[in-house]
């Protein structure tokens, strides 16, 4: 079973409609990351989390340490949002444990 | 302030031969981590720098061995190269390990 867990794999979905990403972890972190990967490989760190909620325009993400889950919302979708979504948790020795991302796909 | 950059951004080297990676840092940051990121799969952590000390590894072998340098850029260096490690190779920096990661675009290696 991997560290990381992220559902949906894939989501395709219409312009306007409200969009969850899940993500479910099983190791204890200082810090839990949203990022966002275009085609052509260049990441954007959207939100590092350790507890609560943070907002970012259209974009929200809450976390719950007790359950260790966390989830990224898109309201208001767009095409432009088409991309894979990526939660990764700061571990032990520093490094980012990655989720195997979500793939999506907004239609016009 | 500016961004994390790679470099180059794409390369072609042939199975056997070494390979140089380079990254600077975002402003104000003294970590980089290097991430390898095989096509259609999620990166996998090489390992991280911090103050020109390496203080963390992943599962790689001893031929990706790295450095930072006084100004906190850093370089990755895979010798002997295999065909398997065709890959995006990511670099990222923060300050101190924590708070946010800015990641670079990415150095895409193929070998041949």
């Known amino acids: 079973k991997n560290e990381v867990e992220q559902s949906p794999q894939n989501l395709t979905a219409q312009e306007g409609e409200f969009i969850t990403i899940n993500c479910s972890y099983s190791?204890?972190?200082?810090?839990l990351h949203w990022l966002q990967q275009h085609p052509g490989g260049g990441i954007v760190s959207l939100f590092m989390?350790?507890?609560?909620?943070k907002k970012h325009g259209r974009l929200i993400a809450t976390i719950n340490i007790q359950e260790k889950h966390s989830s990224l919302h898109i309201t208001a979708s767009h095409p432009r949002d088409s991309a894979v979504y990526i939660c990764a948790v700061r571990g032990s020795n520093y490094q980012l444990i990655w989720g195997a991302g979500t793939k999506l796909i907004i239609k016009p | 302030e500016t961004g994390v950059t790679q470099s180059p951004t794409h390369l072609i080297k042939t199975r056997g031969q070494q390979v140089t990676l380079r990254c600077s840092s975002q402003?104000?940051?003294?970590?980089v981590s290097w991430y390898q990121q095989a096509l259609g799969q999620g990166p996998q952590f090489i390992f991280q720098?911090?103050?020109?000390?390496?203080?963390g590894r992943g599962n790689f072998p001893p031929r990706f061995s790295g450095l930072q340098f006084p100004n906190y850029s850093s370089e990755l260096n895979v010798n002997a190269l295999e065909l398997d490690d065709s890959a995006l190779y990511l670099c990222?920096?923060?300050?101190?390990?924590?708070?946010?990661?800015?990641f670079g675009s990415g150095t895409r290696l193929t070998v041949v």
């Open positions: 190791v204890g972190i200082s810090a």
């Open positions: 990222a920096s923060s300050r101190d390990g924590n708070y946010g990661y800015t």
């Open positions: 720098y911090y103050r020109e000390e390496e203080n």
């Open positions: 989390l350790s507890s609560g909620k």
């Open positions: 402003s104000g940051h003294n970590t």
